[in-house]
Each structure stands twice: as structure tokens, then as C-alpha cells.
């Protein structure tokens, strides 16, 4: 009997620790996984670290890397870079376009007897005039920077990382992270560590209102006020306000107590307010979905398709 086909879509620590897991038991299965990063697996939990160590130009032996290339097919794993764009069900295929990034694949097809998602998450935007470009949004990349206009950024990648510090290098001083929560205030101090003026802002009255009541929020608050970041909770957003070339020049909104608008000058936002299921693929080859998105699965992981699986924060366990 020829060794089943495993096909897993992204390379992330929940993908890579699904591989790693499949090595283990050595079943024989011939493993294929499709990265859309220019890299293998890295430490996402630890992202702040990069700021210290920035060490991107080592490709796969970062500090924060769980693997390298030469690893990985050592093993046996054929390592794809490429971006997941649609899976063909019934051919048990999935086609992927090239990244753009210097060590991208070209588009193509791999195919599949088992596929396994691990497409993980993407940043929430919120929809805020001047926070998108609606004109240029890209289906199969919801993170895509080209979405965004100049000075907008989200914190989620190495590249997300590489990008904020290139603005800074650039000029920008002024950054206001959108976000009181934990993600948010892990973005609060990369912007701190990269020496600008930063400012939090955060809808709720006070900061992680899901961790925390508000005593222990007005606490935290002080800490964080400590550290010279400004907070502003309680906040309205109104708009991020552009240059005519479409830069970044502010964000408008509505102080907590206040009636009317003040601009916030900044040269940088950086979105981190919570993230999304990324299940735009599964929508697109017709699996069942979750009440509130990712793919709905039974307790085993399996999809409304027999062969095809999904892990990590794409899973709805139930449809939950």
C-alpha cells in the first residue's frame, strides 16, 4: 500500500507541533506543509524578543526558530512556500500562488490525502474609516499590508516587526497601539522598545477587561502610565486620519467624559485588538463553518469532509 499523502497548510507553532507529533509516531505518511512566511515555524508567543535579538537575517536559525529547512527534510518533510489560495475537494488538491519573498515557490498545486488546516488566526481590523483600503483587500490574505494605508501596521509577524522598524528608521516618533487587552498591550511594548511616544487605546473603561475587574485595571493602568505610555481607555475611534498622499497623520476620536473629537497626532497605528478565525479557504470549498467562523469539527478534529482536518485556532470544536 502506497504511504498516504498528508498535506499541512501552515507553518506556524500549531502546525509545526502537528508535524513534529506525525514524525514521532513514524507512520510512513509522505508530509508536505505550505508556509506563506519566508520561514519555518518560529516562536509567535515570544514576538516581542525579536526586538531584542533581530536577528531576521538568519533566516531559520533566529532564537526564536523551532526548526530550519535543513531539519525538515532531513525528516522527510517537503517544505512549500507558497500561499494556500483554494482546495479543490473532490481532485484533492490545493492550489497556492507564489509570495512575492525571495525564497517563494511558484504557484502551483500539491496534492492531498489527508489535509490538515492549521491556517491559524489574522488581526482584527476594526472598521474604522482610514484603517483599510477597502479597494485593495486581498481575499487569501487578510493581513496583506497593501490593505492598509502608509503607517497603518498590524503585530503578528517578523515582517510585521521588520516593517515598524523600518518606519521608525524612517522618521515616525509617534505610535498609538489600538488595544488595551493582551495582545495589545504586547504591541504597547514593542512600540516602547522602539523609543517612540506611545499611546494605548482602548474602547473598554479600562485595560484587559476580560483578565481583569476594573480595580485591578486602574492598577495595571498606573503601571503602564509608569513606563511613560500614555493610556486612553474609555475612548471612542472615530477615524485615522490620512495626508493627502495617504499617510498616517492621526487618529480621531472621543476621549472618555468628552462631547466632541480631538486629533491624536501620530505617525504610526498598530492594530492589536484581537484576531479572527483564518478560514477564508474552508469557505471557499464549501466546509462546514462555525457559528462564530473557523471550521466546525467533531472531537476528533474532522471537518464536514472526511479527509480533511482542521487544528489549532481555526477549529470549532462542535462548531464553537
Known amino acids: 500500500m502506497a504511504p ?29 506543509v505550505l508556509c506563506e512566511e519566508p520561514r519555518p515555524a518560529y516562536n509567535r508567543v515570544m ?3 525579536y526586538f531584542e535579538d533581530r536577528d531576521a537575517a538568519k533566516h531559520d536559525e533566529m532564537k526564536l526558530s523551532y526548526t530550519n529547512e ?35 515557490s511558484p504557484a502551483g498545486s500539491v496534492a492531498y490525502d489527508v489535509l490538515v488546516m492549521a491556517t491559524g488566526s489574522y488581526c482584527f481590523v476594526p472598521p474604522v474609516p482610514g484603517m483599510l ?3 485593495k483587500q486581498n481575499k487569501s490574505w487578510p493581513d496583506d499590508p497593501a490593505s492598509r494605508p502608509d503607517g497603518v501596521f498590524v503585530y503578528r509577524t517578523i515582517e510585521d516587526l521588520e516593517s515598524m522598524m523600518a518606519a521608525v528608521k524612517a522618521g515616525a516618533k509617534k505610535a498609538a497601539v489600538i488595544g488595551g487587552g493582551l495582545l495589545g498591550l504586547e504591541a504597547a511594548k514593542a512600540v516602547y522598545d522602539l523609543k517612540m511616544e506611545s499611546h494605548v487605546l482602548e ?48 487618529i480621531q476620536l472621543v476621549e472618555k467624559g468628552a462631547s466632541e473629537p480631538t486629533l491624536l497626532e501620530v ?5 492589536s485588538c484581537g484576531v479572527r478565525a483564518r478560514d477564508e479557504l474552508a469557505r471557499q470549498c464549501g466546509l ?21 482536518y482542521a487544528i489549532g485556532e481555526v477549529a470549532a470544536i462542535g462548531g464553537s
Open 267 to 271: 505617525d504610526m497605528v498598530v492594530v
Open 133 to 135: 483600503l477597502k479597494e
Open 4 to 32: 498516504k499523502q498528508v498535506l499541512v497548510v501552515g507553518h506556524g507553532p500549531i502546525g509545526h507541533s502537528f508535524i513534529e507529533k506525525l514524525l514521532e509516531r513514524k507512520s510512513g505518511h509522505e508530509i508536505s
Open 47 to 49: 514576538l516581542t524578543q
Open 203 to 250: 474602547m473598554a473603561p479600562y485595560l484587559m477587561p476580560t483578565q481583569l475587574n476594573e480595580a485591578a485595571g486602574q492598577v495595571l493602568t498606573a503601571k503602564i502610565q509608569a513606563l511613560d505610555i500614555a493610556v486612553h481607555a474609555g475612548v471612542q475611534i472615530k477615524e485615522v486620519v490620512l495626508t493627502e498622499s495617504g499617510k498616517v497623520k492621526g
Open 288 to 308: 462546514e463553518m462555525g457559528g462564530r467562523g473557523g471550521v466546525k469539527v467533531d472531537p476528533s478534529l474532522r471537518s464536514s469532509d472526511e479527509n480533511i
Open 70 to 104: 535543513a531539519a525538515l527534510k532531513e525528516q522527510g518533510v517537503k517544505l512549500i512556500y507558497g500561499r494556500a489560495t483554494s482546495i479543490d475537494r473532490e481532485a484533492k488538491k490545493v492550489s497556492y500562488s507564489t509570495t512575492g519573498s525571495a525564497n517563494s
